[in-house]
């Protein structure tokens, strides 16, 4: 299996079957360049390496997301770190520890984007 095909499988695993088709619905000849990149190297090279756990790698993705500002990618993120088996605690404490290196501006976005994908999980009241 190459790392494109191994890409799209992490991918699928990680973030569900129903979200590797919506991203191909959306292909074109023009993005179909950054889809291709991504499959291959962001999960394909990256997400496959042994080293850490996928847990530990969602953990690492929602901080720099954070400190970035990237709340759409973000949201991605914290589905994927569910998936991989992070407790709402966990996300918790993930986000106050960014507050703390990142600033309050980009943790609290970050905890309203958190909110609302446990929200939507049924996993917020």
């Known amino acids: 299996?190459?790392?494109?095909?191994?890409g799209r499988r992490i991918?699928?695993?990680?973030?569900?079957?129903?979200?590797?088709?919506?991203?191909?619905?959306?292909?074109?000849?023009?993005?179909?360049?950054?889809?291709?990149?991504?499959?291959?190297?962001?999960?394909?090279?990256i997400w496959a390496r042994d080293g850490i756990d996928r847990k530990q790698r969602s953990i690492i993705n929602i901080a720099m997301l954070t400190a970035l500002n990237r709340p759409a990618q973000l949201s991605h993120h914290i589905e994927g770190a569910l998936t991989n088996g992070c407790t709402v605690d966990e996300l918790k404490e993930i986000?106050?520890?960014?507050?703390?290196?990142?600033?309050?501006?980009?943790?609290?976005?970050?905890?309203?984007?958190?909110?609302?994908v446990l929200r939507t999980r049924g996993l917020l009241d």
């Open 95 to 116: 986000l106050l520890q960014t507050a703390v290196y990142c600033g309050l501006p980009a943790a609290g976005e970050a905890f309203r984007v958190a909110e609302e």
């Open 11 to 45: 991918l699928s695993e990680l973030m569900g079957p129903d979200y590797v088709e919506k991203k191909d619905r959306n292909r074109n000849s023009f993005n179909e360049a950054i889809q291709q990149y991504s499959e291959e190297v962001c999960f394909g090279r």
């Open 1 to 6: 299996m190459d790392a494109s095909e191994s």
